[in-house]
């Protein structure tokens, strides 16, 4: 029997290379994405090659509508079906309000909420066709607690969650499930610029106070993507250390 494919967005680096290591680790196949880092994807697919797993490098400006298509459409010649597209791509751009240009605004938009519509919808028809899929995107805390100069990226994670809960819904009848996963601090390239100062400030609102892996991450996509999680869809799952707990 032939693996089951997933595709991860941005999976040169950090979180998102971890997860395409995970599900590599469990067979799949693994279409990685990058945009800029080829390097990184190189990488990510050495290490899925000596997983011995199939693998498809390819590179998208998510925030364009045809080059996505155009990226489906390639990576559909290779394996020929989706089970499972991961949506982690995303960047930021973080400003007080008063100093954030709109330039900085509409970009972080553009990526991590135009993008996740511009790959969700190919993907969603692929899995239909199929009346099978799974369809996960990596949020953020910030969604739902906000964060100081942060607003442009707390709106895109915002978007990102009522977007993933009305697919779901729209998806259900296809058995095709859609969820969120919401990471707290996490050891990783976004968490690895922040000063000590306001690393300290969040892990003093973490409950287990100590620092998320990015494998945490990972761990749970894959248990997501699983038949375990057969009735799960719709929902948001926050992968925090209780930070949300308010520490």
Same mark, same amino acid.
């Given at each position: 029997?032939?693996?089951?494919?997933?595709?991860?967005?941005?999976?040169?680096?950090?979180?998102?290379?971890?997860?395409? *290591? $995970?599900?590599?680790?469990?067979?799949?196949?693994?279409?990685?994405?990058?945009?800029?880092?080829?390097?990184?994807?190189?990488?990510?697919?050495?290490?899925?090659?000596? *997983?011995?797993?199939?693998?498809?490098?390819?590179?998208?400006?998510?925030?364009?509508?045809?080059?996505?298509?155009?990226?489906?459409?390639?990576?559909?010649?290779?394996?020929?079906?989706?089970?499972?597209?991961?949506?982690?791509?995303?960047?930021?751009?973080?400003?007080?309000?008063?100093?954030?240009?709109?330039?900085?605004?509409?970009?972080?938009?553009?990526?991590?909420?135009?993008?996740?519509?511009?790959?969700?919808?190919?993907?969603?028809?692929?899995?239909?066709?199929?009346?099978?899929?799974?369809?996960?995107?990596?949020?953020?805390?910030? $969604?739902?607690?906000?964060?100081?100069?942060?607003?442009?990226?707390?709106?895109?994670?915002?978007?990102?969650?009522?977007?993933?809960?009305?697919?779901?819904?729209?998806?259900?009848?296809?058995?095709?499930?859609?969820?969120?996963? $919401?990471?707290?601090?996490?050891?990783?390239?976004?968490?690895?610029?922040?000063?000590?100062?306001?690393?300290?400030?969040?892990?003093?609102?973490?409950? *287990?106070?100590?620092?998320?892996?990015?494998?945490?991450?990972?761990?749970?996509?894959?248990? *997501?993507?699983?038949?375990?999680?057969?009735?799960?869809?719709?929902?948001?799952?926050?992968?925090?250390?209780?930070?949300?707990?308010?520490?």
């Amino acid at each position: 029997m032939a693996n089951k494919v997933v595709l991860v967005t941005g999976a040169s680096k950090g979180i998102g290379q971890s997860i395409a *290591l $995970a599900f590599a680790k469990a067979n799949y196949d693994v279409i990685i994405h990058y945009h800029q880092d080829v390097k990184g994807a190189r990488h990510t697919q050495e290490q899925c090659h000596k *997983l011995e797993v199939n693998t498809h490098l390819t590179c998208c400006d998510l925030s364009s509508f045809q080059d996505t298509q155009n990226m489906i459409k390639e990576s559909l010649k290779h394996f020929k079906r989706l089970d499972v597209l991961v949506c982690n791509a995303g960047i930021n751009k973080d400003k007080l309000l008063l100093m954030m240009s709109e330039s900085d605004f509409n970009h972080v938009l553009d990526v991590n909420l135009r993008g996740l519509f511009n790959v969700v919808k190919p993907c969603a028809k692929i899995m239909a066709r199929q009346k099978s899929g799974c369809i996960l995107a990596i949020g953020s805390t910030v $969604a739902t607690l906000g964060n100081v100069g942060q607003s442009n990226y707390a709106a895109s994670k915002a978007g990102m969650v009522g977007f993933i809960k009305s697919v779901a819904l729209e998806m259900a009848p296809y058995h095709v499930r859609c969820n969120v996963i $919401a990471p707290g601090l996490i050891d990783s390239s976004m968490s690895q610029v922040l000063d000590e100062k306001q690393r300290q400030r969040l892990l003093d609102k973490t409950a *287990l106070k100590h620092i998320g892996q990015k494998d945490d991450v990972a761990q749970l996509a894959l248990f *997501l993507a699983s038949d375990a999680a057969s009735y799960i869809t719709g929902q948001q799952f926050f992968v925090d250390g209780g930070m949300l707990g308010g520490g």
